[in-house]
Nanobody
Framework: VQLQASGGVVQAGGSLRLSCAASGSTFSRYAMSWYRQAPGKQRELVAIIDIRGRTEYVDSVKGRFAISRDNAKNTMYLRMNSLKFEDTAVYYC???????WGQGTLVTVSS
């Protein structure tokens, strides 16, 4: 599995959707995760989606972010609403087991 994600710049209070496209034919077999790493901070787990579509979130994004997947398109998403300055980070998609990682994409929330 190879992963590529896309991010961007958004104003505080705005929304952004990250996409993570996987190559290969086994995407549906993997539970998937989004991580992020803010400047000067450790990487943290943001959200998880298992192969059945069940989800979990870190407390700081609950109610604002939504992780989803489309197995037919080999793609995972992270919908981010009500973005805050502290959401600024490099976001990574990966398989839950940590075996495969995307290259990371910068999300910048401006004031």
């Amino acid at each position: 599995v190879q992963l590529q994600a896309s991010g961007g710049v958004v104003q505080a209070g705005g929304s952004l959707r990250l996409s993570c496209a996987a190559s290969g034919s086994t995407f549906s077999r993997y539970a998937m995760s989004w991580y992020r790493q803010a400047p000067g901070k450790q990487r943290e787990l943001v959200a998880i989606i298992d192969i059945r579509g069940r989800t979990e979130y870190v407390d700081s994004v609950k109610g604002r972010f939504a992780i989803s997947r489309d197995n037919a398109k080999n793609t995972m998403y992270l919908r981010m609403n009500s973005l805050k300055f502290e959401d600024t980070a490099v976001y990574y998609c990966c398989t839950f087991d940590g075996r495969f990682w995307g290259q990371g994409t910068l999300v910048t929330v401006s004031s």
